[in-house]
Every structure is written in C-alpha cells, then in structure tokens.
T-cell receptor, first 114, second 112 residues
Framework: AQSVTQLGSHVSVSEGALVLLRCNYSSSVPPYLFWYVQYPNQGLQLLLK??????LVKGINGFEAEFKKSETSFHLTKPSAHMSDAAEYFCAVSESGATNKLIFGTGTLLAVQP | EAQVTQNPRYLITVTGKKLTVTCSQNMNHEYMSWYRQDPGLGLRQIYYSMNVEVTDKGDVPEGYKVSRKEKRNFPLILESPSPNQTSLYFCASSLMGNSPLHFGNGTRLTVT
C-alpha cells in the first residue's frame, strides 16, 4: 500500500534562509507526487506535482522538489524563505495518478522568523 | 471566479442532531470529494464522487453520507453526529484523472 511520511511536523527558518521540507513515500509502482500548501483559514493549493519525466519539478512561489527514486524521496525546497511562506505543507502520493486515490502526509508547519 | 464553496464555515452542534455541510463548485468538474483534517493525521478522504449519481467510500466513511444529484453539488450529511466527528472538513473537486484538486476553505465542525 502506498503511504507518505513527512519528517518534522514543525520547521522554523529565518527569513532569507533555505527551506527544506522532507517527504518520503512508499509505493509499489511509479508514483505521482504532489506538494500542497495550506495558508491559515484556507483550503489547500497545489504547489507542484511530479508525474513522469524530469525529476526536478518547479512550482509556484519559487518552490521546487526533486524526485529521487533511489531514496524514495520528494523533498520540497526554496532557496530563500519569505515571511509569506509561513503555512502548512502537505506531501501527497497517488500510485495511478487518479485524484480519488491521493494519500496525504500529516503535514509540516513552516514558521519563518524575521 | 473559479471556486469551491463550502457552507457553513463554522458549525457547533450537539450529539445526534442531523446536519448537512454543503459544497458547490462552478468549474464543471467531474470529480468531487470530502476530506477531514485532524492534527497529526493530515487529510483523510471520507467519500468521493466520479460523476453524478456515482459515489464511493474513502478511507474514513463511517458516520457520513453523501449524494451527487447534480454535477456542481456534493453535500456531506451527518445523520447522527458524535464528538469524534469534531474536525475540520474540506470539499475538493478536480476536472478528472490526475488533475489538481481545488479545495474549499473548510468547515470547522464541533460536536458536543
């Protein structure tokens, strides 16, 4: 069965510092991988997704993620954190790519310190 | 504006009193679903619908009902709410297949 593990429920960085949010997945077939962001009092928004092809995926707001099959990882990074990046981030996996089979991780709350 | 609209945003009720949370999307999406979000558990799927009159259970369907009589609407029904259904609920829709999910702003439900 597929699953997602997000390491670190809370991450704090200084403004301008590198953001690294970790996601590891388990899947018996090549996965489709997603990162979603949730701002306070809002629903989730898609940041980026990996389906096939290039393993480095660029998303909105300067975020990117790299699919590493050997490490079963899909970590999210941003070179320089901004105060507006403070939010909760969710990694998700779908074996078939079907939206109805999307499995979410438990989330990582990112705090950005001035 | 393309959006998924949930109502109400906040709801406090008592055990056993039937309630309905409405969800409507204006994007002509085929697929709609309901999730609940609990601290430390992330989002878990309750029910989903691939099209009108087609619904199926997600991972945590117990205590919930849904219906899809029209393409745009997908209400979530709690026939006899219990305190363990206190949670933050999200409705979501997508065009189909592996299209990105569009989420509503959530409904925070408290059952006392």
């Amino acid at each position: 069965a597929q699953s997602v593990t997000q390491l670190g429920s809370h991450v704090s960085v200084s403004e301008g510092a590198l953001v690294l949010l970790r996601c590891n997945y388990s899947s018996s077939v090549p996965p489709y991988l997603f990162w979603y962001v949730q701002y306070p009092n809002q629903g989730l928004q898609l940041l980026l997704k990996y389906t096939t092809g290039a393993t480095l995926v660029k998303g909105i707001n300067g975020f990117e993620a790299e699919f590493k099959k050997s490490e079963t990882s899909f970590h999210l990074t941003k070179p320089s954190a901004h105060m507006s990046d403070a939010a909760e981030y969710f990694c998700a996996v779908s074996e078939s790519g079907a939206t109805n089979k999307l499995i979410f991780g438990t989330g990582t709350l990112l705090a950005v310190q001035p | 504006e393309a959006q998924v609209t949930q109502n109400p945003r906040y709801l406090i009720t008592v055990t056993g009193k039937k309630l309905t949370v409405t969800c409507s999307q204006n994007m002509n999406h085929e697929y709609m679903s309901w999730y609940r979000q609990d601290p430390g558990l992330g989002l878990r799927q309750i029910y989903y619908s691939m099209n009108v009159e087609v619904t199926d259970k997600g991972d945590v369907p117990e205590g919930y009902k849904v219906s899809r009589k029209e393409k745009r609407n997908f209400p979530l029904i709690l026939e006899s709410p219990s305190p363990n259904q206190t949670s933050l609920y999200f409705c979501a829709s997508s065009l189909m297949g592996n299209s990105p999910l569009h989420f509503g702003n959530g409904t925070r439900l408290t059952v006392t």
